[in-house]
């Protein structure tokens, strides 16, 4: 194990919450959470909320991220927002999210060119991977996270990956936004196996020091009572939390596992 590796919980606001209702929670989060070195907390709100929320976050508790971003840093693209414009207003861009490749059409090609956008503009990637239920049932899982991790990482530099974060969220575990209680998660197995294979693919192609340094989240039905166990997987490095993070007491919950888990290994 890197102990190198921060531990990160992400909340991702997918499109909920506007400005004002944004503003609401992260002044919810910042009564609740107390500011833990060992622990990262970004959070990725409706891209409207960033310039407001950057100014108003207290940046020894949290980092914000971008929830998708164009990858032409300028020109005749109307309605898009290029990472270059997001620059000095977050840490992170999650990139290739299943809602973004099967809703927008993102293909392979394109998630490659964001991430390379993304580094170009000092954002670190936190790039989501994971098979749909018809290609777990189909046994294509190891090949669906190799063609993902592979192709997306293809214009990048093997010290660009070492900072990186791939989060695996097997499409068929996500919540539908609320009812993230009550839901498929995969087993510790199954998660254990994708964390290694996600290692196992980097280090291929950027060697043993890239595939130890990137940080490997889990996402999907994540809530505060399954955290904790989740968190206790081996070489899982956090997670990217859904439905959860719309809700103080959930996503601070998670926080809090994540905290205690650090201070039990320390
Ligand atoms: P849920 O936690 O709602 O399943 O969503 C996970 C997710 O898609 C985070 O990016």
């Known amino acids: 194990m890197n102990t190198q590796r921060k531990t990160m919980i992400v909340g991702n606001w997918k499109e ?8 609401l929670l992260i002044h919810r989060l910042h009564e609740r959470i107390k500011t833990h070195r060992s622990v990262e907390v ?38 898009e927002v290029s990472f270059s414009m997001l620059q000095d207003l977050v840490h992170y861009g999650i990139i290739g999210h299943s809602d973004r490749r099967n809703k927008f059409n993102e ?36 090949r669906v996270i190799h063609d993902q991790v592979v192709t997306a990482l293809a214009n990048v530099t093997a010290k660009e990956v070492q ?16 009812d993230f209680m009550h839901h498929a998660t995969p087993k510790p197995d199954e998660i254990l196996s994708a964390i290694n294979i996600i290692r196992h693919n980097v280090k291929e192609l950027y060697g043993v020091s890239a595939a130890s340094s990137i940080r490997v989240l889990y996402g999907g039905s994540v809530n ?6 989740l968190l206790n997987i081996k070489g899982l490095d956090g997670l990217l ?11 601070s919950g998670i926080v809090d596992a994540a905290f205690r888990k650090q201070q039990e290994e320390a």
């Open 107 to 142: 293909n392979l090609d394109e998630v490659c060119s964001k991430v390379a956008a993304a580094v170009r503009n000092n954002i670190m990637p936190i790039l989501c991977v994971g098979e749909s239920q018809t290609e777990k049932l189909a046994g294509e899982t190891n």
């Open 224 to 229: 505060a009572s399954s955290a904790y166990d």
């Open 241 to 251: 939390v859904g439905g959860a993070s719309l809700n103080y007491h959930e996503f």
């Open 16 to 23: 909920h919450l506007n400005v004002s209702q944004s503003s």
């Open 163 to 178: 900072s990186m974060v791939i989060a695996y969220e097997p499409v068929w575990a996500l919540s539908s936004g609320t």
């Open 42 to 79: 970004v959070l990725a709100p409706t891209m409207l909320a960033l310039q407001p929320l950057s100014v108003q976050i207290d940046r020894r508790k949290f980092r914000l991220a971008a929830q998708n971003a164009y990858h032409i840093d300028e020109g005749a693209f109307t309605g």
